[in-house]
């Protein structure tokens, strides 16, 4: 069974998923993608340790801070698309990667030359936990903001208040 419960936030509400134990799912309402991600048998709880958790995340990171920590979850998809969420979440606050960038550090783990950063596009489009897996790091070749499933006025939000992005 998957359960829900819902966040909100100053950059509107957040919708977070649960196998009971990890998070599996953290979306911004009307976000691409979570709907396809999301059990259509799923319930409404609130009162789930993993939620208590990714809650007390949100509070923190929203007030301006690093959180310190990190929610149990569990990445789901394929092998490629888990690994491209292992990476996301080396990057650190305050700081981006190319997609590019990404796709170097997994073609040289398997051995390759080079790797589609089309490929690792896809992967971070398709992020299953928001914001705490920082797919809004994640930046275009010439550092271009480009592909949060959230929208890029929430993706420019989102790294302004990490104090990437100055206000002009």
Same mark, same amino acid.
């Given at each position: 069974?998957?359960?829900?419960?819902? @966040?909100?936030?100053?950059l509107?509400?957040i919708?977070?998923?649960?196998?009971?134990?990890?998070?599996?799912?953290?979306?911004?309402?009307?976000q691409?993608?979570? =709907?396809?991600?999301?059990?259509?048998?799923?319930?409404?709880?609130?009162?789930?340790?993993v939620?208590?958790a990714?809650?007390?995340?949100?509070?923190?990171?929203?007030?301006?801070? !690093?959180?310190?920590? !990190?929610?149990?979850? =569990?990445?789901?998809?394929?092998?490629?698309?888990?690994? !491209?969420?292992?990476?996301?979440?080396? &990057?650190? @606050?305050?700081?981006?990667?190319t997609?590019?960038? &990404?796709?170097?550090?997994i073609?040289?783990?398997?051995?390759?030359?080079?790797?589609?950063a089309q490929?690792?596009?896809?992967?971070?489009?398709?992020?299953p936990?928001?914001? &705490?897996?920082?797919c809004?790091?994640?930046?275009?070749?010439?550092?271009?903001?480009?592909?949060?499933?959230?929208?890029?006025?929430?993706?420019a =939000?989102?790294?302004?208040?990490?104090?990437?992005v100055r206000?002009?």
């Amino acid at each position: 069974m998957e359960y829900i419960t819902h @966040y909100h936030s100053r950059l509107g509400g957040i919708t977070l998923a649960s196998d009971g134990t990890l998070l599996t799912g953290l979306w911004f309402e009307g976000q691409k993608y979570y =709907e396809s991600i999301l059990d259509p048998e799923h319930e409404e709880r609130h009162d789930l340790a993993v939620f208590d958790a990714t809650r007390q995340w949100l509070d923190i990171y929203f007030s301006g801070l !690093v959180p310190q920590f !990190v929610p149990p979850l =569990e990445i789901r998809g394929s092998a490629f698309r888990r690994r !491209v969420g292992e990476v996301m979440l080396t &990057i650190p @606050y305050g700081q981006t990667m190319t997609y590019g960038d &990404i796709a170097r550090i997994i073609a040289q783990e398997r051995g390759m030359a080079s790797m589609s950063a089309q490929a690792v596009g896809g992967a971070v489009g398709h992020n299953p936990i928001s914001l &705490i897996i920082p797919c809004h790091r994640v930046v275009g070749a010439n550092g271009a903001l480009v592909g949060y499933a959230g929208g890029i006025e929430r993706k420019a =939000e989102l790294l302004r208040m990490e104090r990437l992005v100055r206000n002009t």
